[in-house]
């Protein structure tokens, strides 16, 4: 006991071993996720305003709501004091990353709600008064382009820094070496496109099928109402094709940077090359996450096999445990 207590390895002392649990990979795979449809939702509404037609992509917004407050949740129930999250908000720290973050997160929610107006369901199963005044603000919103372009923008340029965020977190702390490299907000970010063009194919796929449920043909039915999700499908395939293979070759970047770094920074990556990670890693992330989808992908738009939901699958399921593992390894690794 003296031991330990003498070289502070004791619980809740510095050096904190494991400060983290559930909620930070939650947050940060819905962050990434909702920066990826934010991402795809703003290039879309750019390209048909310079077409001067509608807007034809998956209905992303709304879900981005949704899902980015179910990862606001997560991240507020890893909060130690909970009571004071709102003084965050009454200063702006440009050098501190956690201010950055808190800003985004809540500046992203209009931006959302603004793309989500453009074009409400064309039904919901409740709530018809309030569809209608959504519909005098959409028709609003569609007669003056300029503002229309201005969401468009505010889409893109909110989903890309939201996305670069979420791993500029991990890559802020200086005292975890695995996390210690600038490449992590891009990672984060293609990982995060990849993820949303998995998940808006997927539901192309079940819209295309047919759920036999009233309220999910509802939902369905807003999310592809102006897109055919046999097109959205074939889009999505090619979208999460090219945003794997740039977050394959960031990987490489990512740990070739670390094995050319310190010894501390080698050390780090020995916990993913031959460490207790290097299975969930190689296994989930690289092969069944990335290069598996990979080549389903690549045999579906040759019309070698038919399309599948499998690709989607592994690529969210990926996505996820990439950054569980990434949270994990990190706390894991440390100076010495």
């Known amino acids: 006991m003296d031991e330990i207590t003498s070289t502070r390895h004791n619980p809740g002392i510095d050096p904190v071993l494991h400060a983290w649990g559930w909620e930070i990979p939650v947050y940060l795979f819905l962050g990434g996720l909702v920066a990826g449809l934010m991402v795809l939702a703003g290039y879309h509404i750019l390209k048909a305003g310079r077409q001067q037609e509608k807007v034809s992509y998956p209905y992303a917004p709304m879900l981005g709501v949704i899902l980015l407050s179910l990862g606001m949740n997560a ?18 720290q440009p050098a501190s990353p956690m201010s950055w973050g808190s800003w985004i997160l809540l500046l992203v ?23 209608a005044l959504v519909r005098s603000w959409s028709e609003w919103l569609h007669q003056r382009p300029r503002l229309v372009q201005v969401l468009g923008l505010a889409n893109l340029g909110g989903g890309i820094a939201l996305g670069i965020y979420t791993g500029i977190l991990l890559g802020a702390f200086g005292a975890r070496p695995l996390w210690n490299s600038a490449v992590l907000g891009p990672l984060f970010l293609f990982s995060g496109l990849s993820t949303a063009a998995a998940l808006m194919h997927l539901l192309a796929m079940v819209s ?46 990512w740990l070739l940077g670390l094995l050319t770094a310190t010894g501390v920074h080698q050390q780090a990556a020995a916990l993913l090359l031959g460490g207790p990670w290097t299975a969930p890693f190689w ?14 992908q690549f045999l579906e738009l040759a019309g070698r096999i038919r399309h599948s939901a499998v690709p989607a699958v592994l690529v969210l399921i990926g996505g996820f445990v990439l950054r569980w593992i990434l949270v994990e390894a990190g706390q894991a690794s440390r100076w010495s």
């Not at 991240?75 to 702006?92: E, G, H, I, Q, S």
């Not at 897109?227 to 979208?239: I, L, N, T």
């Not at 296994?283 to 389903?296: H, K, R, S, Y």
Request: glycine content about 6%; some cysteine.
């Open 75 to 92: 991240l507020f129930l890893d909060l130690a004091n909970k009571p004071l999250v709102w003084r965050l908000y009454l200063t702006f």
């Open 208 to 253: 295309r099928s047919g759920t036999g449920a009233p309220f999910a043909d509802v939902a369905l039915a807003g999310v592809f109402r102006l897109m055919d999700p046999a097109h959205c499908k074939h889009v999505m395939v090619r979208a999460d094709a090219s945003f794997l293979t740039i977050e394959l070759a960031i990987i490489a970047l």
């Open 283 to 296: 296994g989930l992330v690289i092969l069944a996450g990335i290069l598996v989808p990979l080549l389903l």
């Open 109 to 131: 929610y209009p931006a959302l709600i603004g793309a989500a107006i453009l074009h409400p369901p064309e039904r919901v199963p409740f709530g018809q008064r309030l569809l």
